[in-house]
């Protein structure tokens, strides 16, 4: 009954081209930042950084690196551990090696080196497609790990196998390091992860994006139109592995704090990442969050409710917590195949019409 | 069509096109040329080589033998990308529209090999790079009022009627600025009414943009009322080259068209 954009006229290209286009849905934006800006970090303690905020928006952030590939250009990839292996060993070097160098600048280099790693691995696209470049990008995530767990340089010689971060300050406040304070962290990471999930949408609706999008659709035709294949699969590559990379190192530097390459970046990570932008929405920056927000939070939601709720055991609460996961994902993919977005889409056009139908 | 319409040097000749693949021919010798401003069909029975012969000039096939002269440069063969930049814009037999995205933002993938900006300016959606989408989205507004899609701008491709897909294809083509406009089949498929929208939309490109059009088409009555001149090809060969009544008459169309046993081997 208030969600109607009658009454809203666009008289330019200009407004009917912007992010978001009607009015209440501009309200609704403004509200959800701030209570993320504002009214969160006064709740934030270390349980709900680390077990909750944090990983939900480190995720999101690998989730859209991973759905402007594989979402927007169709390119399948497995290799997502591996990329951000990459993008926290870069970190993790770059910190130790060049102390006094501003920890947002570490960051974005590490996003570029992983983005340089990631048009490697890409090069093998424009040969292969679907699944077999998934077999591919495999290869990407083992060698990656493996390279980081046998190298002796890339752990600095740690004698215990993990790499740790070092205190890093960002404009006199405490960021990473045990000593590092929760709503500092969350904030951080919130504004972070907030202006790149901005850059990756204009990204999307701009020329770059079409480009991918008629890769994705049909390969053929988007060549004879004159987009360039090589270019916009490796730009998608890249971008890509920058934004991954950017998650591996806010992820190992900010959220864990250390970490030891087979465990916290093997294959598992790929594919929960991969089930996030299945589930949250391909094609879809939005569902990037969504299925992040989904796939962090469930399990932590379920526990509860499983543990403290009906007094099972962990151990037994933790199998099911497992087993139910994948009936969810199987559920959400049979009664909504496009994801979270797409029912959120559906929900605002029933709410237009709201309540009377017809 | 009226008779004296007068056109310009040829915007394009092939020369001697010899194409196959493996031991199969698909053309054998083929010589022609499209006159700057005209309609000009290319006909034949199916599998004639009328669809290689288009991605031979788009350069998505590279002949074996052969060159094209386009605007005045004479090669051995194209390259796609080439070809787009330098105003060659074409439609497809099965529609290749790009079916996730919406009418709007197909046509504007028309636009990208116009769009200078790169990643960066893009990701900021400031100043220049905000400006120049908008300019193309404004000449994007110009060919959706022209072929009278207004209302389906916002719909995903994948959700439109066949006859509405050809003319979003045909959108997309235009709004690359071409200079030669290929089209394969544009009214294949389609209804009476349909087919005469299409014949209206492609004389008028042709009438008020002064693009050169070749088209593919099957309904000989649609080619012999809107092009100016035909070629025929028969089993990858040129068997004829003129204007509509002259080929309608050539003893050779008619046989290649009515199948006539030749006892020459």
Redesign the interface.
């Given at each position: 009954m208030f969600y109607r954009e009658a009454g809203q006229f666009k008289t330019d290209?200009?407004s009917d081209?912007a992010l978001f286009p009607i009015a209440q849905d501009r309200w609704f934006v403004l509200a959800v930042l701030f209570v993320a800006v504002a009214v969160v970090p006064f709740f934030v303690d270390d349980y709900w950084a680390n077990a909750i905020t944090l990983p939900f928006l480190i995720y999101a952030l690998a989730a859209i690196g991973l759905n402007l590939l594989t979402g927007y250009c169709g390119q399948v990839s497995l290799g997502t551990g591996g990329f951000m292996a990459v993008g926290a060993f870069s970190t993790f070097k770059l910190t130790t090696a060049f102390p006094e160098l501003n920890f947002i600048v570490v960051i974005l280099l590490s996003g570029a080196i992983t983005a340089g790693v990631g048009v490697l691995f890409g090069i093998p696209s424009l040969r292969i497609k679907g699944f077999y470049l998934a077999v591919a990008t495999l290869a990407a995530q083992f060698f990656l790990v493996w390279l980081f767990n046998k190298v002796d340089w890339f752990l600095n010689y740690s004698p215990t196998g993990q790499i740790s971060m070092p205190p890093r300050e960002i404009f006199g406040i405490l960021i990473t390091g045990p000593r590092a304070a929760p709503e500092a962290k969350y904030l951080f990471c919130l504004i972070f992860i907030g202006i790149f999930a901005l850059?990756?949408k204009?990204?999307v609706?701009?020329?770059?994006g079409?480009?991918w999008?008629?890769i994705?659709?049909?390969d053929?035709?988007?060549?004879?139109?004159?987009?360039?294949p090589l270019e916009a699969k490796l730009?998608a590559f890249a971008?890509s592995s920058f934004y991954v990379g950017m998650a591996g190192s806010l992820y190992f530097g900010v959220w864990l704090g250390a970490a030891e390459p087979i465990e916290a970046f093997g294959i598992e990570q790929s594919f929960l990442v991969l089930f996030m932008i299945i589930v949250g929405g391909l094609?879809s920056i939005l569902g990037s969050f969504l299925g992040a927000a989904f796939i962090t939070l469930m399990p932590i939601l379920m526990k509860n409710f499983m543990v403290d709720g009906l007094q099972l055991a962990v151990v037994t609460a933790k199998h099911i917590e497992i087993t139910m996961l994948g009936v969810l994902i199987i559920f959400f993919l049979i009664v909504e195949p496009h994801g979270f977005a797409r029912l959120w889409q559906i929900a605002k056009e029933k709410l237009r019409l709201w309540p009377f139908p017809h | 069509m009226e008779g004296d319409r007068k056109f310009g040097d040829p915007i394009l000749e092939v020369q001697d096109i010899n194409l196959s693949f493996g031991g199969v021919t698909a053309l054998e010798g083929v010589s022609f040329d499209i006159l700057n401003g005209e309609v000009r069909a290319i006909i034949g029975p199916n599998g004639a080589g009328k669809s290689s012969m288009l991605n031979v000039i788009?350069g998505?096939y590279h002949p074996q033998q052969g060159q094209i002269t386009y605007k005045g440069k004479t090669r051995r063969q194209m390259r796609?990308?080439h070809?787009?930049?330098s105003g060659i814009?074409?439609t497809?037999q099965n529609i290749?529209?790009?079916?996730?995205?919406s009418t709007l933002?197909n046509i504007?993938?028309?636009r990208?090999?116009k769009?200078r900006?790169n990643?960066l300016w893009?990701?900021?959606?400031l100043g220049p790079?905000?400006r120049e989408?908008?300019e193309h989205?404004?000449f994007v507004?110009h060919v959706i009022d022209f072929l009278e899609i207004q209302a389906i701008r916002k719909t995903p491709v994948g959700k439109l009627p066949y006859g509405m897909q050809k003319r979003v294809e045909l959108g997309?083509?235009l709004a690359?600025e071409p200079e030669l406009l290929l089209l394969d089949e544009p009214m294949a498929g389609m209804n009476l009414e349909e087919k005469e929208d299409m014949c209206r939309f492609v004389l008028d490109v042709n009438d008020q943009f002064g693009t050169t059009i070749a088209l593919i088409e099957h309904d000989m009555g649609v080619v012999m009322d809107i092009s100016d001149r035909v070629v025929v090809l028969d089993y990858g060969k040129k068997i004829a080259d003129g204007t509509p009544e002259e080929v309608r008459a050539d003893q050779r169309v008619i046989e290649a068209y009515l199948g006539v046993t030749r006892d020459d081997n």
């Open positions: 290209y200009a081209q850059l990756a204009n990204l609706r701009g020329r770059v079409r480009s999008m008629a994705r659709d049909m053929i035709a988007a060549e004879l139109i004159g987009i360039r730009t971008v094609g | 788009n998505f796609p990308h070809a787009a930049s814009a074409r497809f290749a529209l790009f079916k996730g995205m933002d504007m993938t028309g990208n090999t769009m900006k990643l893009q990701a900021l959606y790079a905000k989408e908008l989205r404004d507004e997309r083509a690359a």
